[in-house]
């Protein structure tokens, strides 16, 4: 069954123009082709961003955010109890009075200590604003060593100021050093969020949305569902950049990654100076987020990306791969949570400029 599932994930029907196959990128003559073999460097490498990202966060996240004002709160565990424990993880965070009671008999002691006991365990959930600060220094650490990088990348690459040149020799475009090691840190960066999810602050699911380079789904699972969502979006946002690496869309795949990260890691410095209560700073980062979102999202993404996307491929080819319909309906479906984002923007600046 496997082996048959493979050969139809494998059809060259599905990833290739007509009369190319798989035996066709083959390195050859100085050209250098993608392989799907080299996606599973991802994984170490993304244990190598995890130890990266453990010893920014403690001797240069903590060091920074003491410089800021922010101060590092102690919370007090409660007792361990057995009982109360189970019910917390299995049952509910806020009993009801009558549960407190039904559970003070159960442990044998008074009302007032399993209320004290479920209010501690409940604050012992919420990150203090010193492990969020850290967070979003690690995400803007990595979105503004990516912008940098991709914009050293690609400011000398034709197809980064005329996105025809994106299809011009393909599907024979050879694979550059920098396209591959630009793409293994972005797939990796996801790996990474993957498998600290667990120890991550729990944020609600729409907020997922924030960024994404992927599909929608997230859009479509309610707060209590946060972990599912965290897991569909990162795994959407890993699936759409090696699909696009098996397909050899690796320059508009650089072009989608460049275009995104731009603009996240003025909201990640936001959020930094945010924590810090360093208002006006913050409030201007915003505004510069806003801006870069605007020009990026919805400007850059859909005038210049989608063009190439959609309409330049009927350019250089009749018939239509599956992998166009797949790839275009996740980018469509991407820039209406642009549009959606967008709005919700609009809606801050409005109440900020007007109502301060």
Request: glycine fraction near 4%.
């Amino acid at each position: 069954i496997l082996k048959t599932l493979n050969s139809w994930f494998w059809w060259e029907n599905i990833w290739m123009p007509i009369n190319v196959t798989w035996a066709h990128f083959v390195d050859r003559d100085g050209l250098v082709f993608p392989k799907p073999h080299q996606l599973y460097a991802t994984i170490p490498y993304a244990f190598v961003l995890l130890i990266i990202r453990f010893f920014s966060e403690r001797y240069v996240a903590i060091p920074l955010a003491k410089a800021l004002g922010i101060k590092n709160v102690r919370r007090v565990k409660p007792q361990p109890n057995p009982v109360l424990e189970s019910y917390f993880r299995e049952c509910s965070k806020h009993p009801s009075q009558s549960e407190i009671q039904g559970l003070a008999k159960k442990c044998n002691c008074t009302v007032h200590l399993v209320e004290k006991w479920f209010r501690r365990r409940r604050n012992l959930e919420i990150p203090t604003v010193l492990r969020k600060f850290q967070e979003a220094f690690w995400r803007f650490s990595f979105y503004l060593t990516s912008s940098i990088a991709g914009f050293i990348f690609l400011y000398d690459k034709p197809w980064f100021y005329d996105i025809w040149q994106t299809w011009v020799g393909y599907p024979f475009q050879t694979l550059l050093p920098s396209q591959y090691w630009y793409y293994m840190a972005e797939i990796s960066f996801y790996w990474s969020l993957l498998f600290t999810l667990g120890i991550d602050n729990k944020r609600k699911a729409s907020e997922t949305l924030k960024g994404c380079t992927c599909l929608a789904l997230p859009f479509f699972f309610s707060p209590s569902q946060d972990f599912l969502a965290h897991v569909v979006h990162h795994l959407a946002a890993i699936g759409l950049m090696s699909g696009s690496w098996c397909g050899n869309y690796v320059r508009l795949g650089t072009l989608v990654m460049f275009v995104h990260d731009t603009a996240d890691f003025w909201l990640e410095a936001a959020k930094m100076f945010n924590y810090a209560h360093w208002e006006k700073t913050c409030n201007m980062l915003f505004i510069i987020f806003s801006i870069a979102f605007f020009i990026t999202r919805i400007i850059l993404f859909p005038f210049w990306i989608l063009r190439a996307t959609l309409y330049q491929p009927t350019y250089y080819s009749t018939t239509p791969v599956i992998a166009y319909f797949l790839f275009n309906g996740q980018l469509l479906i991407l820039q209406g949570l642009h549009l959606y984002w967008g709005y919700l923007i609009f809606k801050i600046l409005r109440r900020f400029i007007f109502l301060k």
